[in-house]
C-alpha cells in the first residue's frame, strides 16, 4: 500500500500499455474478523483512501472495490471493456499464504478464460519461493543454513528501489473518471466503525540509524524502546522491505537477521501450507492438551500472577503491539505452563495484534511449542520470573502495564513454575520420541 519502491507498479509499466491501479477489500478475509473497531481495518482504509487522491494528483487513479474477489475483477473487466479500456494484463503482488495462493490460482483460470494476462510479482520478500533451498532443490527447514544460503543468494538487485509513481506516471497512469468517479467503500457498508481519528496508536514509517545501531544490545528490553516498530508498516506493506533491508545493511547486523527470519517464515507458509494451522511437525498434534478456560481467559486479561506475561498481554489488548521478547515469554507460558494448545494463542494474538502476519505469527507460536520447524525443544520452558529479573529488573515495563502491581489487587500466580515445568516436560515426552524430527 504505497506508490514508492513498488515492484509490481514498476512490473504493471513496462508492458507500455497505460496502467490502471486497484485495491479489492476481499469480503472473504474481512467476514472473518470479529471486531468491528479493528484498527486494522480503520488504517488500511485510510491508507487506500489517500493513495486515490495520491494516484490522482498524478493524473491515474484507483479503482477500490469491495466484495469477493472474483466477482470485483468480473464487474471491473466488463465496465472498463464498455468504455473502451481493454483490460490485457493484471500486476498483483505475491501472497504466499494458503488462502492467497488459493485465491490467485482461481483467479489466474479464469483471467485465462478471457485472455488476460495475470502476473505476480515479487515484492513482498527479499528472496522467495525456490530462491533459496539445500543443494538438492529442497526447502530450508532449519533457519541457520538458511539464513547462510539466503546471504550467499542476495544480489544488490534484489534490494535495489523500484522507480516512485510519479517517475511511472510519465509512462501511463490513467484516469477514467466515467468508471471511477463514485465513493470509496465505506468501513461501514463492510460492517466496521472508523477509529482511525488522528492515528496516534501507529508508530512511525521509519526508524533512525540511531536505534538500529543499538538493537543488538538493546532489542531483549521491553522498557527501552530498542525496536523498530516498523512490522506493522512491513505487513501492510506502506513501506518496501528493500529499503527496511537498505537500512538494515548499513546499520544493524542482528536486525537484517530479524528481516531473514521474516523471508524464512514467508517461505515455510508457502511450501508448507499445513504449518499454517496444524503443527509443522505432525506427532506434536497428539500432545494432550489441557485446554483450562478460566486458565485462558486468565491469560487473555493479564491476570495470571506473572508480571511479564500480564504486563504483555495488557499491552496488547490496549494498544496492539507487545515487545518481541515478551511475546515468546507469554507464548511459551500458555503452551508449557499451562498446556493450552498454541492455537488458541496464536488465534488471539491474530485478532489483536496490529501486525498480524500469519506465516510469522503461526512460526513463532510453533516455535514456543515446539512443533514449529528449528522451533525450541520441547524440555525448554522459560521460567517467566527469571526472564522477568533479566530484562525488566527494575520493573519500569511491569508497572507501566500493571499498575496494581505489588498490592493486595495482583493476583496470585495461577500455576507453580516448577510443578508446570515437570508437568510440560512429562506430556510433551509422552507422545514423543527423545529427539523429534
Keep these: 500500500m504505497r506508490l514508492h519502491d513498488n515492484k509490481t507498479l514498476l512490473a504493471s509499466t513496462k508492458s507500455g500499455l497505460p496502467v490502471l491501479c486497484a485495491f479489492v477489500f476481499d469480503r472473504n478475509i474481512l467476514d472473518r474478523l470479529d471486531n468491528p473497531l479493528d484498527r486494522r481495518v480503520s488504517f488500511i ?36 471493456d464498455t468504455i473502451g479500456f481493454k483490460v490485457s494484463e493484471i500486476h498483483v503482488g505475491r501472497d504466499y499464504e494458503p488462502y492467497a495462493q488459493e485465491r490467485d490460482r482461481n483467479l489466474d483460470e479464469w483471467f485465462v478464460r478471457k485472455n488476460i494476462l495475470f502476473k505476480g510479482t515479487k515484492d513482498n520478500v527479499i528472496l522467495e519461493k525456490n530462491e533459496v533451498t539445500k543443494d538438492d532443490g529442497k526447502p530450508y527447514t532449519v533457519f541457520t543454513p538458511y539464513s547462510n544460503k539466503w546471504r550467499k543468494a542476495l544480489t544488490a538487485e534484489d534490494y535495489a528501489a ?27 457498508e463492510m460492517g466496521f466503525e472508523n477509529v482511525w481519528d488522528d492515528g496516534a496508536w501507529m508508530p512511525p514509517a521509519k526508524v533512525q540509524n540511531t536505534v538500529l545501531k543499538k538493537y543488538g544490545d538493546q532489542r531483549d528490553f521491553p522498557a527501552i524502546a530498542g525496536t523498530s516498530r516498523l512490522s506493522v508498516h512491513l505487513r501492510f506493506g506502506t513501506i518496501s522491505i528493500r529499503e527496511a533491508l537498505r537500512q538494515g545493511l548499513s546499520s544493524s547486523e542482528k536486525w537484517t537477521t530479524e528481516l531473514i527470519w521474516r523471508d524464512f517464515y514467508q517461505t515455510i507458509v508457502y511450501h508448507f501450507p499445513h504449518s499454517a494451522t496444524d503443527s509443522f511437525r505432525p506427532a506434536y498434534d497428539a500432545i494432550p492438551w489441557i485446554n483450562d478456560e478460566q486458565q485462558f481467559d486468565a491469560w487473555c486479561k493479564g491476570k495470571t500472577g506473572y508480571p511479564m506475561v500480564d504486563a504483555g498481554m495488557r499491552e496488547l489488548q490496549q494498544t496492539g503491539f507487545m515487545h518481541n521478547r515478551v ?111
Excluded at 486515490?52 to 470485483?72: A, N
Aim: proline content about 6%; aromatic content about 12%.
Design 45 to 80: 482504509h485510510q491508507r487506500i483512501t489517500e493513495m486515490q487522491k495520491e494516484l490522482r494528483s498524478l493524473g491515474g487513479d484507483l479503482l477500490i472495490g469491495y466484495g469477493d474477489p472474483k466477482e470485483i475483477w468480473k464487474e471491473w473487466v466488463d465496465q472498463l
Design 162 to 188: 523500484a522507480p516512485s509513481a510519479e517517475e511511472l506516471a510519465r509512462v501511463g497512469l490513467v484516469n477514467h473518471s466515467e468508471l471511477l468517479n463514485r465513493p470509496v467503500p465505506g468501513l461501514e
Design 327 to 437: 511475546r515468546m515469554v507469554v507464548a511459551s507460558f500458555l503452551c508449557k505452563h499451562l498446556l493450552i494448545d498454541w492455537r488458541w494463542g496464536e488465534r488471539f494474538f491474530a485478532r489483536h495484534l496490529l501486525d498480524f502476519d500469519l506465516a510469522s505469527n503461526a512460526g513463532g507460536w510453533q516455535w514456543a511449542a515446539g512443533s514449529g520447524c528449528d522451533a525450541a525443544p520441547y524440555f525448554r520452558v522459560f521460567n517467566p520470573s527469571s526472564q522477568l529479573q533479566k530484562f525488566d529488573k527494575d520493573l519500569i515495563y511491569v508497572r507501566k502495564w500493571i499498575p496494581e502491581y505489588g498490592s493486595s489487587l495482583y493476583p496470585k500466580p495461577i500455576v507453580d513454575h516448577a510443578t508446570a515445568r515437570v508437568r510440560a516436560i512429562e506430556t510433551y515426552r509422552s507422545v514423543l520420541k527423545p529427539n523429534p524430527a
